[in-house]
């Protein structure tokens, strides 16, 4: 497999690479002029992909970090953060977004690239640690120091592979793999290759000591990285477990693939609405699909809830003997949500059996016929059990009457969501839906492992 070939489609450009650095320094003069102007005892400083030269073509954002001493006020440091970053997007001409992460943070817009404003504190080590992004500034150090030459590119072939098979990203959203955690699998694995080669046995629980803190025996998480700048941190925490096993299938299916290129570029496929409606009906199940307006909330506060949401939903009508086939949601993140819903069954019969205790406990049995009627009663197996009607025998009637203010309780709904899905959840008809991503939505549900096989 010659390599090469994809770097050039995924590498950035020098004309890229030049632009950004120009951009980037400008602006930390610019940060590090007012701090020495306020007589702060601050330094500002380039981290993140863009730093370590593992940004991927068009993905150089720029983050820049203002690392204050570690006896700063938590307030002054928050709210000078944010002076220093505003005065500075004023010389840019450009509008500060507030955002938070420990504390706040600013994004801005400058010459094309997206720019984060992030102050922290000047830490030596993960025991001196005050806030989450802390941790920034020598996570690039030590990538900088721990790449061998010629790594970066490794880094960015693992990414872009992880990136078309739709497990690249921490966010909450995907639930994937993290820029660094890719990072720190090379520097341990050394290249892409050996990478997955080494994947496609990892066990649950597989973990990785760089440093040999010898902390993994206190983490239970499907993959632990310890952070080799914080021996009480796994960087895969936030990694999901079925996202893991999505990367191990995709190493496995890559290595027997003799389509290899493939796997480095969007998946090939032509959206047919009419065709993907076609193999929802071909299936035979009832679709329900159910919209509500979401929160104005940041998008890592957003997916959880509605993941939550939509696990519960699936929990309490599989509980009710309804059979989801399959669930999962989508979002436009600016508007709406919908949660579908593909039920194997969605109508009942009237009537279920209620199961009371084994017949050789006699209170229990005693106390079970008393409550139901003994003539009411009869063994099922070594169980005492009787036959009620049915509260709920259609899916549709069961999610109405959950989705009220007094019944909302039943399932743990996203505390966010309840207001909005109480005054605004509809029904809806996904024929009638028009939205490209939606419908890349409808294909991923109906095809759920193209992404991860060429």
């Given at each position: 497999?010659?390599?090469?070939?994809?770097?050039?489609?995924?590498?950035?450009?020098?004309e890229?690479?030049?632009?950004?650095?120009?951009?980037?320094?400008?602006?930390?003069?610019?940060?590090?002029?007012?701090?020495?102007?306020?007589?702060?005892?601050?330094?500002?400083?380039?981290?993140?992909?863009?730093?370590?030269?593992?940004?991927?073509?068009?993905?150089?954002?720029?983050?820049?970090?203002?690392?204050?001493?570690?006896?700063?006020?938590?307030?002054?440091?928050?709210?000078?953060?944010?002076?220093?970053?505003?005065?500075?997007?004023d010389?840019?001409?450009?509008?500060?977004?507030?955002?938070?992460?420990?504390?706040?943070?600013?994004?801005?817009?400058?010459?094309?690239?997206?720019?984060?404003?992030?102050?922290?504190?000047?830490?030596?080590?993960?025991?001196?640690?005050?806030?989450?992004?802390?941790?920034?500034?020598?996570?690039?150090?030590?990538?900088?120091?721990?790449?061998?030459?010629?790594?970066?590119?490794?880094?960015?072939?693992?990414?872009?592979f992880?990136?078309?098979?739709?497990?690249?990203?921490?966010?909450?959203?995907?639930?994937?793999?993290?820029?660094?955690?890719?990072?720190?699998?090379?520097?341990?694995?050394?290249?892409?290759?050996?990478?997955?080669?080494?994947?496609?046995?990892?066990?649950?629980?597989?973990?990785?000591?760089?440093?040999g803190?010898?902390?993994?025996?206190?983490?239970?998480?499907?993959?632990i990285?310890?952070?080799?700048?914080?021996?009480?941190?796994?960087?895969?925490?936030?990694?999901?477990?079925?996202?893991?096993?999505?990367?191990?299938?995709?190493?496995?299916?890559y290595?027997?693939?003799?389509?290899?290129?493939?796997?480095?570029?969007?998946l090939?496929?032509?959206?047919?609405?009419?065709?993907?409606?076609?193999e929802?009906?071909?299936?035979?199940?009832?679709?329900?699909?159910?919209?509500?307006?979401?929160?104005?909330?940041?998008?890592?506060?957003?997916?959880?809830?509605?993941?939550?949401?939509?696990?519960?939903?699936?929990?309490?009508?599989?509980?009710?003997?309804?059979?989801?086939?399959?669930?999962?949601?989508w979002?436009?993140?600016?508007?709406?949500?919908?949660?579908?819903?593909?039920?194997?069954?969605?109508?009942?019969?009237?009537?279920?059996?209620?199961?009371?205790?084994?017949?050789?406990?006699?209170?229990?049995?005693?106390?079970?016929?008393?409550?139901?009627?003994?003539?009411?009663?009869?063994?099922q197996?070594?169980?005492?059990?009787?036959?009620?009607?049915?509260?709920?025998?259609?899916?549709?009637?069961?999610?109405?009457?959950?989705?009220?203010?007094?019944?909302?309780?039943?399932?743990?709904?996203?505390?966010?969501?309840?207001?909005?899905?109480?005054?605004?959840?509809?029904?809806?008809?996904?024929?009638?839906?028009?939205?490209?991503?939606?419908?890349?939505?409808?294909?991923?549900?109906?095809?759920?492992?193209?992404?991860?096989?060429?």
């Open positions: 497999m010659d390599y090469n070939l994809i770097l050039k489609d995924i590498k950035p450009t020098e890229e690479t030049q632009k950004i650095n120009e951009v980037s320094s400008r602006v930390i003069s610019c940060l590090q002029d007012l701090c020495d102007g306020d007589n702060l005892d601050a330094h500002v400083a380039l981290v993140g992909s863009v730093a370590k030269n593992t940004a991927l073509k068009g993905k150089s954002d720029i983050d820049i970090f203002i690392a204050f001493p570690l006896g700063t006020d938590k307030k002054f440091l928050k709210e000078k953060g944010l002076d220093l970053a505003h005065r500075c997007c010389e840019f001409k450009s509008y500060p977004e507030h955002h938070f992460a420990s504390h706040p943070y600013v994004t801005t817009h400058i010459e094309g690239f997206e720019v984060d404003i992030v102050p922290c504190y000047a830490i030596e080590n993960g025991e001196q640690l005050k806030s989450a992004v802390d941790r920034t500034i020598l996570h690039t150090r030590y990538v900088k120091a721990n790449l061998d030459e010629g790594q970066e590119d490794e880094v960015l072939l693992l990414k872009r992880m990136a078309m098979t739709g497990t690249y990203g921490s966010e909450f959203k995907v639930g994937g793999f993290a820029g660094y955690l890719c990072e720190l699998l090379i520097i341990h694995y050394h290249t892409f290759e050996n990478t997955l080669k080494n994947a496609i046995n990892w066990k649950f629980g597989h973990s990785i000591d760089l440093e803190y010898g902390t993994s025996k206190d983490f239970k998480d499907p993959l990285v310890i952070d080799p700048t914080d021996k009480n941190r796994n960087v895969g925490a936030a990694l999901r477990l079925d996202k893991l096993a999505e990367f191990i299938q995709s190493a496995r299916n290595i027997f693939s003799q389509n290899k290129r493939d796997y480095f570029y969007p090939k496929r032509d959206l047919n609405r009419d065709e993907i409606l076609e929802f009906k071909s299936r035979n199940g009832d679709v329900i699909a159910v919209k509500f307006r979401i929160p104005d909330i940041p998008l890592d506060t957003l997916h959880p809830q509605l993941r939550k949401t939509t696990e519960a939903l699936e929990r309490k009508l599989n509980s009710e003997e309804f059979n989801v086939f399959k669930a999962d949601y979002s436009d993140e600016l508007l709406s949500c919908v949660i579908l819903l593909e039920m194997a069954s969605s109508t009942l019969n009237d009537i279920k059996v209620n199961v009371g205790p084994k017949v050789f406990i006699n209170q229990a049995c005693e106390n079970f016929a008393a409550k139901y009627g003994r003539e009411n009663c009869y063994v197996g070594d169980f005492l059990v009787h036959t009620q009607k049915r509260e709920f025998s259609n899916a549709l009637k069961l999610i109405e009457h959950i989705f009220t203010r007094e019944h909302i309780g039943l399932i743990k709904v996203g505390k966010n969501l309840k207001k909005n899905i109480i005054e605004t959840y509809e029904f809806i008809d996904i024929y009638e839906n028009d939205n490209e991503e939606f419908l890349e939505f409808l294909d991923d549900f109906i095809k759920p492992g193209q992404h991860i096989v060429r």
